[in-house]
């Protein structure tokens, strides 16, 4: 059987090229039938182009220890069927060189291939999410966080603003609870924000374990505030409203997936 070489598991010389992990021989990238034991006095020879190959290394090669045969005759058929196989001729070489009563040279120009592994296209972990650069995902994590910081910042700023919008919709009464809801959820909201983002950014030990055990806080402020484009709905339109709502909707999920994949 040929040998496997790790250094170079393909050799290319002219039209030819030799496959060692497969133990195949092909011609323009079409199979060519060739038994084992040529095969492997040609991967003897491509490994050491130009060199001599004794006769001896190809029998030690081709027959272990203990096997009886006729070893200068099984030789010198291997030779001619690999010789047959790619056209060449002893009187004049192009790819081996006959050194009589010594061994064999191969003559022609190799290439040594070698494949590197390809990587899967998508890469995914026990979990089912893919992976990704933890760096990029604890990074977005982080940016959503300072979005609903600045929600809530402009919330309280503009606090007359959203009374007046809610009196206008709900009447008086309702608008002071609306109003209570709203400002009550941003002033818990900064310090659950900030806690977040100290988290993320100071790579808590054990953050997915608490993460996990306050999403169910988290979502609800999330849901709530992702309505929020609502009240802009004057300033930017119903359609850009209604989708600046739908994607905050998302990130409500969205972070917990972040989460997962930056703390497996």
Not at 149 to 167: C, D, K, S, T
């Amino acid at each position: 059987m040929p040998s496997a070489s790790t250094a170079a598991p393909k050799f290319r010389f002219g039209v030819f090229e030799a496959d060692v992990r497969t133990g195949e021989l092909r011609k323009h990238g079409i199979r060519l039938r060739l038994p084992d034991q040529p095969f492997a006095v040609l991967v003897a020879m491509l490994e050491r182009p130009g060199e001599l190959v004794t006769r001896e290394e190809l029998v030690k090669r081709l027959w272990p220890d203990g096997t009886f045969v006729d070893y200068d005759h099984s030789l010198n058929t291997a030779v001619n069927r690999l010789r047959e196989t790619l056209g060449d001729s002893a009187e004049t070489p192009r790819f081996i060189e006959t050194l009589p009563r010594r061994g064999y040279r191969f003559v022609g120009s190799v290439e040594r291939i070698r494949e590197e592994p390809v990587p899967p296209v998508t890469a995914l972990a026990a979990d089912g999410l893919p992976s990704a650069n933890r760096k990029l995902v604890r990074t977005f994590f982080l940016l959503a966080q300072v979005m609903y910081l600045g929600f809530y910042i402009a919330a309280l700023i503009n606090w007359g603003e959203i009374h007046w919008l809610m009196e206008t919709v709900f009447g008086a009464r309702p608008a002071d609870a609306f109003t209570v809801l709203i400002l009550g959820t941003a002033m818990i909201g900064i310090p659950l924000r900030l806690f977040l983002l100290t988290a993320v950014g100071w790579d808590y030990a054990g953050f997915r374990q608490k993460y996990d055990r306050l999403f169910p806080v988290i979502a609800a402020f999330a849901l709530l505030w992702g309505v929020s484009p609502l009240l802009t709905a004057h300033h930017i339109g119903i359609g850009i409203t209604l989708a600046v709502a739908a994607m905050l909707l998302y990130l409500t999920f969205g972070q917990r997936t972040l989460v997962q994949m930056a703390y497996r």
